[in-house]
């Protein structure tokens, strides 16, 4: 699990072990480290065994010098004949095996190396093996422990094992073999020159790497295009990048191991190579229009909604005689007949409209600002819609934003919430940036200072590409003592030391113009990091279908213009949009000029779907 086998002095470490075994001093030690966890507002203290080994980060190779008895009831390892060892033998079925078990997720193995060499946390699931061979999948996280002067010491592994449904017999991952005569390529060692063939060229050294190297160490490190194009150097290159798995690994370097998930389920019908082709072609983008039963009443406006996993999420809005709302609604669309339905909740937010609805770690609901009863807000309210009870909690940490409303906000990492921009109480328009992590124990809001900021403004768009990288567009901003539809493109990066918002250039591609300036459009973000622009309020054009893509990481951004089939939506603006798997976006709610009704959705297929295929 951890890095790389080494030698150590095993009774050095066994002394250590001993150390901290003594019978008061285990329990002690044993209740310490499971209270460890941190009580934050998403991971929670977990109700089965947890495993618990403690490694040596002063020492090569993270030698474990201790384990809880969790852990050997799970693996079937006495703690005595693992001490001294770097927790990697759980990867390998076999004790004899001289390297992982292929259905070892390398991404995820790479990602706990990067960890331990950056002194940062982990968190994720990694397929191990119990030391008869049984499959396991251990749900791991990982915390480096400091000492007082602030080194890393040891780092403390969490564990819940859980069994692996998994078919040994059939392995879906590839077995990549050892390539024992690489000089055999047909397409390497034979080359005809005229009438004569030149035999036993010098082999090209990529060519006598076996399977497994080429595959994992240069292949997964690709863009899906530069994959495709490779594959054509000979029929074993092309083999491996037909492989399905490789595939996938290409696609969780590029867009990293949560939109893959998210991706995991179309793949089932279309496979890899033929998802990615599509969605980086859009041959396969069309919208449809389609009806789903239940009733938001009463009925509203200026709402704000998101997607968590398949289902959609509306909150609040305005009513009748502006009325602020305080309910919320889901519509499941994994159901066979997707219905709205009221959640039932303890208690709720105070109502609001003009607020942002955003979804954190796949359920966690999270609620900010907007206006209220009593005028506008700056509070944060969060709800995990998957409790048994689920109840809006309040967060409070820090000094909060000013409170405003009309301003736009994501999520990074999936549990960072960033909010930029909007409208005082007086109507003065703002320009800050502010971030709020969720997952830590207190969360306390954080200003970004940035020395050159965008002008202030209300009704922009706040979209994330990549792991850090967040582009601002649009939007009413200050322009002098003017106030005026925005056009423009602001980009930044939260990994960078001193974040900074620069302005993005982008020009038309060939005969394509830049949108038209606007505010109240949606951008949404597609797995192939680049960003479609729909509706909005426009200066005295309406366009109903123009969809607008944008690749913000191009060398030369330029924005080009999409032709989409199908039943578009009316033009609309201050309308919500969500993404849903990945690969359908869908458009709810808006003004158009005549009432929206919520039971009539637009969908943005972005893939080829079987069951619109049945439909028509």
Known sequence: MWIKEGDEDRE??????????????????????????????????????????????????????????????????RADEILGR???????????????????DPVVVSEIRRCLEEGSEFQGELLNFRKDGTPLMNCLRLTPIHSDDG?????????????????????????????????????VDSFPVGTTQIQNL??????????????????????????????????????????????????????????????????????????VRELTTLEAIRWKKFTVGGAVEPSRCNFSACAAGNRLVLFGGEGVDMQPMDDTFVLNLDSANPEWRRVSVQSSPPGRWGHTLSCLNGSWLVVFGGCGRQGLLNDVFVLDLDAKQPTWKEVSGGT?????????SCTLEGSKLVVSGGCTDAGVLLSDTFLLDLNVEKPIWKEIPTSCTPPSRLGHSLSVYGPSKILMLGGLAKTGHLR??????????????????????????????APPPRLDHVAVTIPCGRIIVFGGSIAGLHSPSQLFLLDPCEEKPSWRTVDVPGEAPKFAWGHSTCVVGGTRVLVLGGHTGEEWILNELHELCLASRQDWDRDE
């Open 12 to 77: 050095q470490l066994f002394r250590k072990r001993q150390k901290c075994s003594a019978d008061a001093d285990e329990r002690e030690a044993e209740a310490e480290l499971a209270s460890y966890e941190a009580n934050s507002l998403f991971y929670k203290q977990p109700d089965v065994a947890t495993a618990i080994v403690v490694s040596d980060a002063m020492e090569h190779d993270f030698p474990i010098i201790y384990v809880n008895r969790v852990f050997e009831l799970c693996t079937g390892f």
């Open 86 to 104: 770097n927790c990697r033998f759980l990867q390998f079925r076999d004790p004899r095996a001289k390297r992982r078990h292929p259905l070892v």
């Open 151 to 187: 080194v890393i010491t040891h780092v403390l592994g969490i564990q819940v094992f859980s069994e692996a449904k998994l078919d040994l017999s059939k392995t879906s991952y590839p077995v990549f073999k050892e390539t024992s005569n690489p000089q055999t390529e047909e397409s």
């Open 202 to 275: 010098e082999v090209c050294g990529l060519l006598q790497l076996s399977d497994e190297v080429i595959a994992q160490n240069i292949l997964s490190r690709l863009t899906p295009r530069d994959v495709a194009s490779i594959g054509s150097v000979c029929r074993r290159i092309r083999q491996l990048t037909q492989n399905e798995h490789v595939r996938k690994m290409v696609c969780q370097n590029i867009w990293g191991r949560d939109v893959t998930g998210v991706l995991e389920l179309m793949t089932k019908n279309l496979g890899w190579g033929r998802l």
């Open 400 to 408: 909060p934003p000013l409170p405003r409303s009309w301003h736009s």
């Open 484 to 513: 005026l539809r925005s056009g423009e493109a602001y980009t930044i990066d939260l990994e960078n030391e001193n974040p900074q918002w620069r302005q993005l250039e982008c020009s038309g591609d060939q005969n394509v113009l």
